[in-house]
């Protein structure tokens, strides 16, 4: 199954041909299919596409086929059902993050898109798929001239006001900003949230929240993020697609910006085989790049999803996330650049090991000139050691860790110590690097260096953070 749609993606341009053929076809056929009744072809013909097209693609009969805007590779092989992929977790042999014994199905798709009339797969964002269609015959959509979903063409400019959190204004004013991330904690006691932040004092303008990171479930990322902005932090909430359905999140997000949460970062998420409860059922029902479009109609066009009405609208400051140091290198620019048409104000990077190829990636973003849409902020953090570099290389998708760093490493007599001095030197050459905006600083589990980085690398040199009250969080709530 796998070898023949790998060979229908190396002759994508003949399998589009034939399909402009098919739809001719239709044409003729599509009185008499009127005639007999869609409704009594629906069980037969989506009986025929399944085996045809399964055969060809491996086509998961999602009812709204995208085969000719993706290479003739169906995105719905994807673990992560990303129809604007690829994620950022692409391995370096262009495996799958979730399955290794797969080819990304977004680098098959690029490939087959390149032997097509279009020469190369579209900048504008595809629309998240409609359930209500699966396994049912996207032919007869076709033959009954069914509206197909429109693709997320979202250029509407932000608000004028903006959300008004912190990280917003240094952006807007060009301060070259570090950002940070705490994980929640395992805990229902709101003090267990501040003694984990205490080290980032003084040294951070903004906290991300994460969500459920690596599938491992926590304390949740908004009552986090509320917990922070009590207590006087400037929280990112992040906001993953992998455990709710576009209801339960866009509920989420208007609950959030009612509470005073003023920036949010949209992910997909990782896959649920990555945590300690693999037998979880995964949603995914939105992308990152949907997810992004629909905060964004939420905030500028004041209504769901579904079209429905809202009343206020809530304010928030969107990002997302980039990987430029995984595959596909040559297609970085054009998932960016669905980003930043969905809604995405800022992006924070995946670890950046190796400013070279920072370089070339943000040479890329320049000449598209997506540096001026958004602020990027790219991912730094310390290595410990030369063995736990090189097991994050081998079993974390998505990082990308040279030679040079891990012989460097290995040669030190204090390989912590060096893993600080190798984040501070590239912290410094990064600041360089014309249209990057600021550092997005990650220690997990060594978070008592923060303060150590952010002041040999003189990133915040000159400027002042705001205080942050000390106390037990639980009075700054109600009673």
């Known amino acids: 199954m796998y070898s023949l749609r790998r060979f ?4 994508a ?3 589009e041909q034939l399909y402009r053929l098919l739809n001719r076809a239709l044409d003729a056929v599509r009185p008499l299919a009127r005639r007999l009744g869609y409704d009594r072809l629906e069980r037969p013909v989506a009986a025929i596409e399944r085996l045809c097209k399964g055969l060809a693609f491996d086509c998961r009969m999602c009812g709204q086929c995208s085969l000719s805007s993706t290479g003739m590779s169906c995105p719905m092989n994807c673990p992560k059902s990303m129809r604007n992929g690829p994620c950022g977790g692409v391995r370096a042999d262009g495996s799958c993050e979730v399955d290794s014994r797969m080819a990304c199905v977004w680098i098959d798709a690029r490939h087959g898109a390149r032997r097509m009339r279009a020469g190369e797969l579209s900048r504008t964002p595809s629309a998240p798929l409609e359930h209500q269609h699966a396994g049912r015959s996207s032919w007869l959509r076709v033959l009954r001239a069914e509206a197909w979903p429109a693709p997320l063409v ?5 608000t004028e006001a903006g959300a008004g959190g912190r990280l917003e204004a240094l952006l807007r004013a060009r301060a070259f900003v570090v950002t940070s991330e705490c994980s929640p904690p395992d805990s229902a006691d709101p003090a267990d949230v501040l003694t984990r932040v205490h080290h980032y004092h003084g040294h951070v303008d903004a906290l991300n929240v994460t969500d459920a990171p690596g599938a491992h479930c926590h304390m949740s990322s908004l009552g986090v993020s509320l917990i922070l902005q009590r207590a006087g932090w400037e929280p990112v ?7 709710r359905n576009r209801i339960a999140i866009q509920g989420d997000i208007l609950a959030a910006s009612a509470l005073g949460i003023r920036n949010l970062l949209c992910l997909t998420g990782d896959g649920i085989a990555n945590g300690d409860d693999p037998g ?17 109609r939420l905030r500028d066009d004041g209504c769901y999803r579904s079209g429905r009405r809202i009343g206020a609208r809530p304010r928030l400051f969107l990002g997302a996330v980039d990987n ?3 595959p596909p290198y040559e297609q970085l620019p054009l998932r960016l650049a669905r980003k930043v048409l969905a809604g995405a104000a800022f992006v924070q990077t995946q670890f950046c090991f190796d400013v070279e190829r920072l370089e070339r990636y943000m040479a890329a973003v320049r000449e598209q000139g997506l540096h001026r849409r958004c602020a990027i902020l790219v991912g730094v953090g310390p290595l410990a050691s030369a063995r736990s570099a090189l097991w994050m290389r081998r079993h974390v998708p998505g990082v990308h860790i040279p030679d040079a760093v891990l012989s460097r490493l290995s040669r030190a007599t204090d390989a912590s110590r060096e893993g600080v001095r190798i984040c501070v030197e590239s912290i410094r050459r990064i600041r360089q690097i014309d249209g990057v905006a600021g550092i ?5 589990k060594r978070e008592h260096l923060i303060g150590e980085i952010v002041a040999e690398s003189g990133v915040l040199a000159g400027r002042a953070l705001p205080t942050i009250p000390t106390g037990d969080a639980s009075c700054r709530f109600p009673a």
């Not at 909430?237 to 455990?243: G, L, N, P």
């Open 13 to 15: 341009g003949e399998v």
């Open 440 to 444: 997005h600083l990650m220690a997990p």
């Open 8 to 11: 229908a993606v190396r002759r």
């Open 154 to 158: 979202t250029e509407a400019a932000a």
């Open 280 to 296: 979880a059922k995964p949603v995914f029902d939105l992308d990152a790049v949907s997810l992004l479009d629909t905060v964004r």
């Open 237 to 243: 909430m992040q906001v993953t697609c992998r455990d």
């Open 324 to 326: 430029p140091f995984a």
